[in-house]
């Protein structure tokens, strides 16, 4: 029912920004919150950042602390990732997720999912 579609990845030199975009679309949900995960190759889907769809609530995986921010335009259902002092090893997919209810950082918790979007971080 509820469409994620991803935007804004690409390629940047190490210290530079990127900011993704991921517009939501069929429903969403008030009670909820939508979250940035990320997925190098061999590697686990990682939390990156979530917020609440209803409040300023939000949360940080420790990796990205301090360097990318999450926001939200609930009259444009799209959620931001601005990333700055990018880092070689931020090189991932990154996927946007939402949540029917609630916050979560882990990605079993999420119902929706974008298809992902490549960001790659060059030294």
């Known amino acids: 029912q509820v469409q994620l579609v991803e935007s804004g990845g690409g390629l940047v030199q190490a210290g530079g920004s990127l900011r993704l975009s991921c517009v939501a679309s069929?429903?969403?949900?008030?009670?909820?919150?939508m979250a940035w995960f990320r997925q190098a190759p061999a590697k686990e889907r990682e939390f990156v950042a979530v917020?609440?769809?209803?409040?300023?609530?939000?949360y940080y995986g420790d990796s990205v602390k301090g360097r990318f921010t999450i926001s939200r335009d609930n009259a444009k259902n799209t959620v931001y990732l601005q990333m700055n002092s990018l880092k070689p090893e931020d090189t991932a997919v990154y996927y946007c997720?939402?949540?029917?209810?609630?916050?979560?950082?882990?990605?079993?918790?999420?119902?929706?999912w974008g298809q992902g979007i490549q960001v790659t971080v060059s030294s």
């Open positions: 997720a939402a949540k029917v209810f609630g916050t979560a950082i882990s990605s079993n918790d999420y119902n929706y």
């Open positions: 917020i609440s769809w209803s409040f300023d609530r939000t």
């Open positions: 069929g429903r969403t949900f008030n009670g909820g919150g």
